[in-house]
């Protein structure tokens, strides 16, 4: 136990989450709270109508069951759901970077000009809508554009995942990498109003 509790607060410093081993465990176990609860079915087609059995599959969805070994993507997702919110800053941290008082980083968090994730030790702000020690130019208006409903790992995977909409030099790059260029946020801001992406 304790080697594996020595490797896991080196592979947290490595990622950069800035959190004790005992403050991980604790996002971890928030974010399995807030997964979905799965009803364990024999046959999981049953459950779904054609048109979402469909769409599964041509989604490249199976409903064969996990090879021997597989990781459980619930699992995998409670995981990379706390690696986000251990390496996310608190609220004191972007004041001091951005050079104002936290009552306004609440503001702002508050009128979605920043992105957050509520916990119960408090705000959590991503440090994918920053570039260095600023933020990304236009964030804001793409965080006030995206459904407030959308899960943060979507919205995390589609921002700095590379996306068909956007190229530069011949190389499909990320909206957060688009915007970083100095590209035109319209598109992006477009885009994330009409998100869809999934964890």
Not at 2 to 11: I, R
Not at 178 to 192: C, K, N, T, Y
Request: aromatic share 10%; with cysteine; glycine share 8%.
């Amino acid at each position: 136990m304790a080697v594996a509790q020595t490797t896991l607060e080196q592979e947290l410093v490595r990622a950069g989450v800035r959190v004790s081993v005992d403050e991980f465990q604790e996002l971890v176990l928030e974010a399995v709270r807030q997964l979905p609860t799965t009803i364990e079915s024999e046959n999981p087609a049953r459950e779904l109508t054609e048109a979402e059995r469909d769409a599964l599959l041509k989604g490249g969805g199976t409903f064969e069951p996990l090879p021997p070994g597989t990781p459980d993507p619930r699992a995998v997702t409670a995981a990379k759901y706390a690696t986000l919110l251990g390496s996310s800053y608190k609220v004191e941290d972007v004041a001091k970077m951005l050079g104002v008082d936290p009552s306004r980083i609440r503001q702002r968090l508050k009128e979605r000009s920043l992105y957050g994730i509520k916990t119960r030790e408090g705000w959590r702000i991503p440090r994918f809508q920053f570039d260095g020690c600023r933020l990304i130019p236009n964030v804001d208006q793409v965080i006030a554009a995206m459904p407030y409903d959308k899960h943060p790992l979507g919205f995390f995977n589609w921002f700095t995942m590379p996306d068909p909409d956007f190229w530069i030099d011949d190389v499909s790059v990320s909206p957060s990498e688009w915007l970083r260029s100095g590209g035109d946020p319209a598109r992006v801001i477009e885009l994330a109003a009409s998100f869809e992406y999934g964890v």
